[in-house]
Every structure is written in C-alpha cells, then in structure tokens.
C-alpha cells in the first residue's frame, strides 16, 4: 500500500487539471525540473511563455473561492506564511474540485488575495464581485 500525503494529491490533481484544461486553450506545456521554482509549469503559446502557479481551491459554504498570493509551510518552528513575488508568476491557476474547472487570475492585478465567486451572493450584489466565470479562460 503507497501512503500519500493528503495536500499533495489535492496539488497533484490540480496541475494536472491545469495542464489539461492549459493545452485545451491552446498552449504547450512545459514542467520546471525542480520542485523549488516559484511557478508548478510554464504555459506557452503565440511566442509568449507564462508561469503558471496552480492552487487546489474548494468552495466555501458561501459559494466563494479565497486566493492568497503568498506561500505556506509548516515545520518544526511552526507555520510559515511568505508573500509572493508577484514578478516571478504570471498566472496562478486555481482549481475548484465543486465545479470541476480552472480560473486563471494574474496576481500583479490584485492586492495580496482575491475572492472568486461561483454562486450569486444572496443580497443579489454584483458590483466589485469577482465572478469565478469571468476568469476561465487564461489571458
């Protein structure tokens, strides 16, 4: 039997939706040959090469999708939360198990985070609301 670590199986599975969800957009894909670049694949289309950094995003209960653009770890000194450097990442590719898609947002457009809303917010509010559909289809 092949332990696997739970986050990283969430990671695997978003790179590799990525990865096809990219190359139906009409990119090539290329993967880094390390684990420590600050991007999970590089997407490649029309002369242009883009970083992409992928994150695994499940709703919450208010139909919303919350992207932090830093890093995190844990180890023996505790939990680790780091910004990230917004020039070396063109694209951070979210994938949402709900709705089974991907959403591509450029974090040099936004703060440190972004909200991405799948369902209606019930009060109908549509203004400054980031609509998860809005962003499927990488710039």
């Known amino acids: 039997m092949t332990l696997s670590h739970h986050t990283e199986s969430k990671g695997d599975l978003g790179v590799l939706k990525a990865q096809l969800d990219l190359f139906e957009q009409g990119f090539t894909i290329c993967m880094p040959q390390t684990e420590h670049a600050p991007f999970d694949l590089v997407a490649y289309r029309n002369g242009e090469f883009r970083r992409v950094q992928v994150k695994y995003r499940a709703l919450e209960k208010n139909g919303v999708m919350q992207v932090r653009f830093a890093t995190c770890w844990s180890d ?7 910004p990230i450097d917004k020039n070396e990442v063109d694209l951070y590719c979210i994938y949402c198990p709900e709705t089974d898609e991907c959403y591509y947002i450029e974090p040099k457009k936004f703060r440190t985070n972004v909200s991405l809303r799948v369902e209606a917010s019930k009060n109908g509010q549509a203004k400054g609301v980031n609509f998860a559909s809005d962003f499927r289809r990488a710039p």
């Open 76 to 82: 023996r000194n505790g939990t680790h939360t780091v």
